[in-house]
């Protein structure tokens, strides 16, 4: 009998809005890694993080934290839009992201959110 592998990744490459894209997302038993690259490298580090008071629907809120990278609006709002529902859909799990983007654009990140979907380990 084979062992499962100790975590479970999945990767995929397509053009979004014309920009060659690869999305890799891994699931550990603590946290959930998201790349997300238009340039071939890691990028900007964010840690998405679920706050456990939550707003006054049920939901958690969501802080997020650059570890590595330029530390601007921008920045943690793509964070948030990239993958507040993987943090959702994980059971409140926080999401290392790890992100490369040429195509900032509202359409764009929706194209790219269901790239990340369709990578779906959690």
Same mark, same amino acid.
């Given at each position: 009998?084979?062992?499962?592998?100790?975590?479970?990744?999945?990767?995929?490459?397509?053009?979004?809005?014309?920009?060659? =894209?690869?999305?890799?997302?891994?699931?550990?038993?603590?946290?959930?890694?998201?790349?997300? =690259?238009?340039?071939?490298?890691?990028?900007?580090?964010?840690?998405?993080?679920?706050? =456990?008071?939550?707003?006054?629907?049920?939901?958690?809120?969501?802080?997020?934290?650059?570890?590595?990278?330029?530390?601007?609006?921008?920045?943690?709002?793509?964070?948030?839009?990239?993958?507040?529902?993987?943090?959702?859909?994980?059971?409140?799990?926080?999401?290392?992201?790890?992100?490369?983007?040429?195509?900032?654009?509202?359409?764009?990140?929706?194209?790219?959110?269901?790239?990340?979907?369709?990578?779906?380990?959690?």
């Amino acid at each position: 009998m084979a062992a499962s592998p100790v975590v479970t990744s999945k990767r995929r490459q397509e053009a979004v809005r014309g920009v060659r =894209t690869e999305v890799v997302c891994t699931a550990f038993s603590n946290a959930v890694l998201v790349v997300v =690259t238009q340039y071939g490298k890691m990028g900007t580090l964010v840690y998405v993080d679920p706050d =456990t008071v939550g707003d006054n629907v049920g939901r958690p809120s969501l802080s997020t934290k650059v570890l590595l990278g330029k530390d601007e609006p921008l920045v943690h709002v793509c964070a948030k839009n990239l993958v507040a529902f993987v943090s959702q859909e994980a059971g409140n799990k926080p999401v290392l992201l790890a992100m490369a983007l040429k195509d900032k654009t509202m359409e764009g990140i929706q194209a790219l959110r269901e790239v990340i979907r369709s990578c779906q380990v959690w």
